[in-house]
């Protein structure tokens, strides 16, 4: 099932580049991004494909795997009503906080420095809005920690509130079948990036 609009080509971010975000009332407002192989921004033409797909209005957005926080401070861009950010690594969770100061959205952000794979076991996330919860991971987490990325995907859904929105970014070599209600996720391709969206009823 192809994208609602058809988004365009940007360069993946890259040691040197210029992060920013893309849409709503911040677009065009730079991230500090360093190169660091920690780092793995979501590419420009997914994020911008994913934020098509999705409506982060109100929500209480939760970036598991923060790196930049591009994602958090997208979704708080485009509406969200305050972001939590997940970063084991504590200088790149110190760079979360210091994009989210350039941006002026400091109150609206808190960030979490450890792991989400922990941190999924007691979500201590606010219950009286959706939540809009990002997982982009590196890649190699869906092969040599497979069972525990699962465990994380299954234990969002159970804690999610109503009208929430989970959205998971894989490549090819993860089995979207091994997920959790199977049916129920859209996902769609960008290569190498596969991204599936579930909504919670």
Same mark, same amino acid.
């Given at each position: 099932?192809?994208?609602?609009?058809?988004? /365009?080509?940007?360069?993946?971010?890259?040691?040197?580049?210029?992060?920013?975000? +893309?849409?709503?009332?911040?677009?065009?407002?730079?991230?500090? *991004?360093?190169?660091?192989?920690?780092?793995?921004?979501?590419?420009?033409?997914?994020?911008?494909?994913?934020?098509?797909? +999705?409506?982060?209005?109100?929500? *209480?957005?939760?970036?598991?795997?923060?790196?930049?926080? &591009?994602?958090?401070?997208?979704?708080?861009?485009?509406?969200?009503?305050?972001?939590?950010?997940?970063?084991?690594?504590?200088?790149? &969770?110190?760079?979360?906080?210091?994009?989210?100061?350039?941006?002026?959205?400091?109150?609206?952000?808190?960030?979490?420095?450890?792991?989400?794979?922990?941190?999924?076991?007691?979500?201590?996330?606010?219950?009286? &809005?959706?939540?809009?919860?990002?997982?982009?991971?590196? *890649?190699?987490?869906?092969?040599?920690?497979?069972?525990?990325?699962?465990?994380?995907?299954?234990?969002?859904?159970?804690? &999610?509130?109503?009208?929430?929105?989970?959205?998971?970014?894989?490549?090819?070599?993860?089995?979207?079948?091994?997920?959790? /209600?199977?049916? /129920?996720?859209?996902?769609?391709?960008?290569?190498?990036?596969?991204?599936?969206?579930?909504?919670?009823?």
């Amino acid at each position: 099932m192809p994208p609602r609009k058809r988004p /365009q080509a940007a360069a993946s971010p890259t040691a040197g580049s210029e992060l920013r975000i +893309i849409g709503g009332d911040l677009r065009g407002r730079k991230l500090e *991004y360093h190169g660091d192989p920690r780092t793995r921004p979501m590419k420009d033409r997914v994020r911008e494909a994913v934020f098509n797909l +999705i409506e982060p209005d109100g929500t *209480y957005a939760i970036d598991l795997f923060g790196g930049t926080g &591009a994602l958090g401070l997208e979704a708080l861009s485009r509406g969200a009503a305050a972001a939590l950010f997940i970063e084991r690594h504590f200088p790149t &969770a110190r760079l979360i906080e210091q994009n989210a100061r350039q941006l002026g959205l400091e109150d609206r952000c808190r960030v979490f420095p450890g792991s989400a794979l922990v941190w999924c076991r007691r979500p201590d996330a606010p219950t009286d &809005a959706p939540w809009l919860v990002f997982c982009s991971p590196p *890649y190699d987490f869906y092969v040599s920690r497979a069972s525990e990325m699962l465990d994380l995907i299954e234990r969002l859904i159970a804690a &999610a509130p109503v009208g929430s929105t989970l959205v998971v970014e894989t490549d090819g070599r993860f089995d979207l079948a091994t997920l959790p /209600q199977p049916s /129920q996720w859209d996902s769609r391709s960008y290569p190498p990036a596969v991204v599936s969206i579930f909504r919670t009823p």
